[in-house]
């Protein structure tokens, strides 16, 4: 319970977009009951970060409790301390909300930054595009696709809100450990509930990288209120027996385009290894998945294309975007007549890694360790201290390496 507290964890985030739908659909557009949150002066316990929610809870009437911390703002005894908290509390119980709303306090020593979220609210705004990168990848592409796409929607006419945040430069260590990728996840997520706040009629699309994909994929499967109309997938680190067809029925996810490259070795490689020792990583960008069909779809409003020439960013490059485009705004997906790229077979080196994958892991595992045996060994020789020093050096090398690369 403890961990499921944290900023953006699933509990959190479905608590703050069904709040959003509450609002959202409140009979006769009438506000919902007035939410006032009192703040101890002296709250030791809860961080002044973690009282506000700007987005969710930027209706909320915020008001000041002095001399008072976690446990205290409880207290209503008959000393002065204790009969000031008494009269904040009555108040906040009979007051009427205009009266309560004058003695209202900015939660947030940011008040440019508290005025930008109130008054970021759009109602034209009906679609919006996420474009998120991938591992080892600063993501400056992803503004070049969400632009593209905002200049496709004009003339239908479609205005188009992008969001191209980044996670920043996500290593290979750091992306094989579980809880560094579920922080990106909840990351994600966060970035997601603003814009559903700002853009509360708008469908969302996506388009995603490598890591991206798997982002999107993990959050559908514990995020029940996300919802997204049409979504693209390139390089994609998904399992490939992932079940798309549940996510249609609970209308999380109305269309998918997923790239099948020629010569993605690497999701052949490192994903692809994992999902085979049970994993949630995948190989959805080297084998497809396998509720699609190949050339076509399994499913309706699902896709795949196979054969893109390239590796693990192959769907991304520039003569590609216009099917991306296409796909997203007017739900076409890519028809191999008349477009830019002509199918090609996966490369044998490729296919050959992707069944060799679990033991070519393995084999690095075991020629980093046997590199450290030996070390340890041609090292002993010159005594306990710089052995130890020796080894300590290998480690902190092959770690370094790992988490840069």
């Given at each position: 319970?403890?961990?499921?507290?944290?900023?953006?964890?699933?509990?959190?985030?479905?608590?703050?977009?069904?709040?959003?739908?509450?609002?959202?659909?409140?009979?006769?557009?009438?506000?919902?009951?007035?939410?006032?949150?009192?703040?101890?002066?002296?709250?030791?316990?809860?961080?002044?970060?973690?009282?506000?929610?700007?987005?969710?809870?930027?209706?909320?009437?915020?008001?000041?409790?002095?001399?008072?911390?976690?446990?205290?703002?409880?207290?209503l005894?008959?000393?002065?301390?204790?009969?000031?908290?008494?009269?904040?509390?009555?108040?906040?119980?009979?007051?009427?909300?205009?009266?309560?709303?004058?003695?209202?306090?900015?939660?947030?020593?940011?008040?440019?930054?508290?005025?930008?979220?109130?008054?970021?609210?759009?109602?034209k705004?009906?679609?919006?595009?996420?474009?998120?990168?991938?591992?080892?990848?600063?993501?400056?592409?992803?503004?070049?696709?969400?632009?593209?796409?905002?200049?496709?929607?004009?003339?239908?006419?479609?205005?188009?809100?992008?969001?191209?945040?980044?996670?920043?430069?996500?290593?290979?260590?750091?992306?094989?450990?579980?809880?560094?990728?579920?922080?990106?996840?909840?990351?994600?997520?966060?970035?997601?509930?603003?814009?559903?706040?700002?853009?509360?009629?708008?469908?969302?699309?996506?388009?995603?990288?490598?890591?991206?994909?798997?982002?999107?994929?993990?959050a559908?499967?514990?995020?029940?209120?996300?919802r997204?109309?049409?979504?693209?997938?390139?390089?994609s680190?998904?399992r490939?027996?992932?079940?798309?067809?549940?996510?249609?029925?609970?209308?999380q996810?109305?269309?998918?385009?997923?790239?099948?490259?020629?010569?993605?070795?690497?999701?052949?490689?490192?994903?692809?290894?994992?999902?085979?020792?049970?994993?949630?990583?995948?190989?959805?960008?080297?084998?497809?998945?396998?509720?699609?069909?190949?050339?076509?779809?399994?499913?309706?409003?699902?896709?795949?294309?196979?054969?893109?020439?390239?590796?693990?960013?192959?769907?991304?490059?520039?003569?590609?975007?216009?099917?991306?485009?296409?796909?997203i705004?007017?739900?076409?997906?890519?028809?191999?007549?008349?477009?830019?790229?002509?199918?090609?077979?996966?490369?044998?080196?490729?296919?050959?890694?992707?069944?060799?994958?679990?033991?070519?892991?393995?084999?690095?595992?075991?020629?980093?360790?046997?590199?450290?045996?030996?070390?340890?060994?041609?090292?002993?020789?010159?005594?306990?201290?710089?052995?130890?020093?020796?080894?300590?050096?290998?480690?902190?090398?092959?770690?370094?390496?790992?988490?840069?690369?």
């Amino acid at each position: 319970m403890i961990f499921q507290t944290r900023r953006g964890t699933p509990f959190m985030t479905n608590l703050r977009l069904q709040w959003l739908a509450m609002e959202k659909k409140a009979p006769g557009g009438r506000p919902l009951v007035p939410v006032i949150q009192l703040l101890g002066s002296i709250d030791d316990i809860v961080s002044p970060d973690d009282n506000l929610d700007l987005v969710t809870g930027r209706n909320f009437i915020y008001m000041d409790v002095p001399f008072s911390g976690h446990k205290s703002i409880l207290d209503l005894g008959d000393d002065p301390k204790g009969s000031t908290r008494k009269e904040i509390l009555r108040a906040a119980l009979t007051k009427p909300e205009e009266v309560l709303r004058q003695k209202h306090v900015l939660p947030t020593d940011e008040p440019l930054k508290f005025q930008a979220v109130v008054a970021g609210k759009n109602d034209k705004v009906k679609d919006v595009i996420f474009v998120i990168h991938g591992i080892r990848d600063k993501g400056y592409w992803t503004h070049k696709i969400a632009r593209r796409v905002q200049r496709a929607g004009r003339p239908i006419p479609k205005i188009y809100s992008s969001e191209t945040s980044t996670y920043g430069y996500f290593a290979m260590l750091p992306f094989i450990l579980s809880w560094r990728r579920r922080d990106k996840m909840e990351w994600l997520m966060d970035q997601y509930v603003e814009a559903v706040a700002q853009y509360p009629d708008a469908r969302f699309s996506f388009v995603g990288h490598s890591n991206g994909t798997h982002l999107l994929a993990k959050a559908l499967t514990v995020y029940k209120a996300c919802r997204f109309d049409s979504v693209v997938f390139a390089g994609s680190v998904v399992r490939h027996d992932f079940d798309w067809a549940s996510l249609q029925r609970s209308q999380q996810v109305m269309r998918i385009l997923n790239y099948v490259a020629t010569r993605d070795w690497v999701v052949a490689i490192f994903p692809g290894a994992f999902e085979k020792f049970g994993s949630e990583l995948g190989s959805a960008g080297h084998n497809g998945f396998r509720q699609f069909k190949k050339g076509e779809s399994g499913i309706p409003g699902f896709h795949e294309v196979w054969g893109i020439k390239g590796g693990h960013s192959a769907a991304l490059v520039e003569e590609n975007w216009n099917d991306i485009t296409d796909f997203i705004v007017q739900g076409n997906p890519p028809q191999t007549a008349g477009r830019s790229w002509i199918p090609g077979k996966r490369c044998w080196f490729a296919v050959a890694a992707g069944w060799l994958a679990p033991l070519l892991i393995v084999g690095l595992v075991a020629l980093l360790v046997a590199a450290g045996w030996g070390l340890w060994h041609w090292t002993d020789r010159l005594g306990s201290q710089p052995q130890i020093l020796a080894m300590g050096a290998y480690v902190w090398a092959v770690l370094t390496i790992l988490t840069k690369v």
